[in-house]
């Protein structure tokens, strides 16, 4: 740090400056300099006195430059100065700081090189100046001063200058900065473009030709000489920056992958726009971001280590370097070269699309929102608050941007990771126990990227699981995991895991099928959805119901006014696992089944035995009614009784639920207008008779709340090792109790075999059982609902929970049934042993009312999970998606 001041004087003049030190440290070093640049006088390093005088008088007007200056390396401390310049108008005096005088020597100085200075994290603003001094020190004979990029300086050297010293200084601060000889200028010295000449890349580490040599990385091997860590910025941007863009200052190293992004505000409403409403990325969420991306969630040496060694940064450190562009000054040391206010930051308009306004997308904002010198450097991101994120592999994101696993989450999108591995590699599944990584939704944002070892899990598939030392020599935080994650009883000792959770290790050779992915925390799971197959063209926002019937799969829904149903006689195995569609499922048509009066819901079961099965369908109207038909197929042929109108009356909308009981005989429930909750008994031939209020075993009668929107739903399963008829009625709370019939007296006991109680609820709960064998030695029983008001989809599932105490049954694990985005009007289960391998849905979506078919419900598919590397993928897509964002960078980065 040196001090320099301009003297305005006239012709003739004469000026004195006088600098006096301290005694005890070595005396200041003074140049004045001429108004064309050219030292004029100097004084210092005298023997024995403190001060260091000039007295000048001057030649030609103008003004002249004083230079004050530690004398020696050794004045290394800042040291208190007293300057006094005298001119005719007098003299002027001050105290100032200097320190920090580094000299280095200039050898084999070829004329066209540049000396330049480089900005670097936690730098000030403050112009650096750069002088060659004389042999002896005692005159300066070039000057240069924030000419370079970014307040560096840059000067030009001659070949006379060899031997010569160099000294990188800055007025008044002391700075973090780095200074370099780039030989680029020199005829073919950057033979690889990357600006940087090659004694400059030698001297920095970076590949300049094929040939050189280069710790850390093959320059044989890169797929770009310009960008020797491979992430997309080229090693002259890294190393000194641009004009415009201060790279080094906000973190860059051409040694490794570094990752910029410019992370501006969607506004998405016209209240934001009018308000001009302007939110940045928190730096906490910022600085957790970088911690993801920069590996500091791993903990392990040696897999720190491992992990560099995948994404092959030639420094040999771990991660990804990221550096957020966020509109927010950093706060603290460290913050410089994470998150800033770098000049990019914008709050972008809502825009009209239709009636509707809605944030534009990032995908199209970048275009005119990132300054064109970006491209090639930095991705683009829309961050909003609350909710979450859409983003798939590419150039741009946009997510909630208060959250640091949602921001991360997003990006590792827009860098080719999907929820299972690499994005696009199909299937790509949620919630893999073997796959510990930020971008599964099982998992939390203290998990990072997953790095695909085997001893974070075993291959799985949810068809076969091995229970017993399926997972011997995993590693402890795998078996952490499935405990707090997942809640797998677990033997450490022998590596057991208890997938279908009945409480019991299947014996070794022995596999059971489980849908292993059921995580109980995140944002659902998503592993029911494979192979939904929409059912027909027909809309409804009621409950569809499913059935077999006669080797034939029925979908009941209320479309418009209508009673409609489609068929199938699919197999619906699907047995490759594909987001939508199943490559041996087809529904047929809709038609219409005349209902007489306006239909609102309906539901649908199979009476009589194996021999004479009938269809019995029931419909509510919204006159209080209840209809009921039934078919007989024969030959193939349905055979429809017409509608007949059952007796008594009903709320309307809150019946009517079919159960088919052991016997063939069926139930009918439904909620009176005083809502008294109410069973009909029927059989083949139908509902007969009048309805019963369900009493409970302490006498009383239950009704449905005033206001509720609950239908009443009821099974045959075998719970508690008792099987009985179970259902569920909502209590004063509208969340729903499970209850059991007790055949001897006819009345209903509740159930504490619910972990949590569902509600409120719309619509009836579906309810599927299967019974033990595929999925375990106790069944399955399955409840799904839809939440009010959210109508977002979530399912229940008993399990047997395994404590030093013993084992007990339970219904729980209240999970989203496919994702938190997932709503609907209604759902219906179906599971029919011997005739379909899984539990099957149908939904009708709340969204756009179309009704789809999951026939993998229960998330049991035929796929072989694995593991996966992110770091494998991030290691190239970190590159990929920057280079030329829409092909508009000229000649980019190979990738
Ligand atoms: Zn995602």
Known sequence: MVDESLIRVSSGDVLTVRVTGQPGRPQPMLHLLGPNGAQVAAAGNEEGTVAAVVEHRTATAGAYRVIVRPSNAAAGQNDVVTLAVTTPAGPQVRTLTIGGWRPRVLTSVQAGEHLVSTKMPE????????????????????????????????LYLTAGLTGLTAVLATSGVSESA?????????????????????????????????????RGVDCRQIPDLRDTDGDGIGDGLELLGSRTLSLPRWGANPRHKDLFVEVDFMRRTPAENAAATRLHMAPDVARRFAAHYGDRATVDAELKARHATTLANPDGLPGIAAHLDIGVTPQRRGD??????????????????????????????????????????????????????????????????????????????????????????????????????????????????????????????????????????????????????FGYFVDRQHGDVDWNRDGEIAPPGTTVSAYAN????????????????????????????????????YTFLVAGA???????????????????????????????????????????????TAARPVLLVVAGDNNRNMWQRRSATEGGRERWTPWTRLAGQVAVGSGPSLVRMAD?????????????????????????????????????????????????????????????????????????????????????????????RPGPITSAPAMAWVPPGRTGTQGTLHIAYIARPSKVVRMMTSHIQVTSTGKTQHVGHDVYFDNVWRSASGIDLLYEPGVTINVTAALSYANNAEIWFHPKADGINNNNYTNYDDWAVLKNEVCRGVVSPGGLVVNPIRC
Request: net charge positive.
């Open 336 to 485: 410089a070269t994470v998150f800033g206010d770098w000049g990019g930051y914008s709050a972008v308009n809502a825009v009209r699309v239709g009636d509707k306004y809605q944030g534009q997308q990032a995908g199209q904002a970048w275009k005119t929102q990132m300054r064109a010198e970006r491209r090639g450097i930095f991705r683009y991101a829309l961050g909003y608050s609350g909710g979450g994120g859409q983003t798939g592999p590419g150039f741009t994101a946009s997510y909630n941007f208060d959250s640091a696993f949602v921001a991360t989450h997003e990006t590792g999108h827009s860098l080719g990771l999907g929820h299972g591995g690499v994005y696009g590699l199909e299937p790509d599944v949620n919630c893999k126990p073997n796959y510990p990584s930020i971008m599964n939704y099982a998992f939390d944002s203290g998990t990072g990227f997953a790095d695909g070892r085997i001893d974070e899990g075993p291959l799985l598939n949810n068809l076969s699981l091995r229970e017993s030392g399926v997972a011997a020599g995993a590693t402890p935080e795998f078996f952490d995991r499935m405990t707090t994650v």
């Open 664 to 756: 063939g005989a069926v139930r009918l429930f439904a909620v009176a207008p005083d809502g008294r909750y109410l069973m009909w008994r029927g059989s083949s031939a139908g509902i007969a008779g009048l309805a019963a209020p369900i009493a409970t075993s302490d006498g009383r009668t239950l009704s449905r709340p005033a206001g509720s929107q609950f239908r009443p739903a009821a099974i045959v399963a075998k719970l508690a090792g008792r099987t009985g008829l179970y259902a569920l009625f909502a209590g004063a709370d509208d969340r729903a109790d499970l209850w059991t019939l007790n055949i001897g007296t006819r009345r209903w006991q509740k159930t504490t075999l619910l972990d949590t």
């Open 518 to 553: 059921l995580a109980l925390r995140g944002a659902g799971c998503e592993y029911t959805r494979w192979n939904r197959t929409r059912i027909s063209e027909a809309h409804s926002t009621q409950a569809p119901a499913l059935i077999r019937h006669a080797d034939r799969w």
């Open 178 to 214: 780095s200074l370099a000889r780039n030989d680029l200028s020199l005829s073919s010295y950057d033979s690889d473009g990357d600006g940087l000449g090659f004694k400059l890349e030698a001297a920095a580490g970076t590949c300049s030709s094929r040939q050189a040599i280069v």
């Open 123 to 154: 730098s000030s603003s403050a112009a650096h100046i750069l002088y060659v001094l004389s042999a002896d020190g005692r005159t300066v004979l070039r000057r240069a001063s924030g000419n370079g990029f970014s307040g560096g300086a840059d």
């Open 562 to 608: 209508q009673v409609r149903y489609s068929t199938s006689t699919s197999s619906w195995l699907c047995p490759e696992p594909v987001p939508t569609g199943c490559q041996d499922g087809k529904w047929g048509t809709s038609q219409a089944a005349n209902l007489p009066a306006r239909g609102v819901t309906v539901d649908a079961v199979e009476a009589g």
